[in-house]
Every structure is written in C-alpha cells, then in structure tokens.
C-alpha cells in the first residue's frame, strides 16, 4: 500500500481540511483551546499526507512541527486538566 493509492481523495481531504481549519478558527477565536487543538491536529494530518503527494517539503515539514506541538499541547492539557 503505497500514498500514491490515496491520491484520488485529495481534493476531498482538502477540502476536509478546509472545514477542520475554519472550525480551529472559531474554536480560538472564542478561547476553546482543546477544541482548536482536537480540529488543528487532523488539519496538519491531511496536509502532512498531501505535501508528501506532491513533493512540497515545505508543506510537509512546517506541518510536521505544528503536529507535533498540537500532540504535546493535548497531552500537556490532559496532563493537567485530566
């Protein structure tokens, strides 16, 4: 099973990724952390999938950071708030 299988649902994970993005928006806007968190990680999932498609280091790596922290940021809140 290789990435490339899944290349015909990238524009629907985009677009996925799209509403995951404007829901961890709203979800900072109104001060919901663990919500903005829960959206944001799948969001830097898909294009994580989608920047290795295209070859986009970019995409794929600033991406990989951001998960990496939304991971440390949900662990830390349950963590503490658990």
Do not use: D, H
């Not at 799948?42 to 990989?64: A, D, H, S, T, V």
């Amino acid at each position: 099973m290789t990435l490339m299988m899944f290349a015909r649902f990238e524009q629907p994970l985009k677009w996925l990724a799209f509403g995951l993005g404007l829901g961890s928006a709203i979800a900072v806007v109104q001060g919901w952390q663990l919500a903005a968190m829960l959206l944001s990680l799948p969001f830097c999932l898909i294009w994580i999938y989608c920047g290795w498609l295209r070859n986009e280091p970019q995409l794929k790596y600033i991406n990989m950071m951001f998960a990496a922290l939304y991971v440390y940021g949900l662990v830390r809140y349950f963590l503490i708030n658990g």
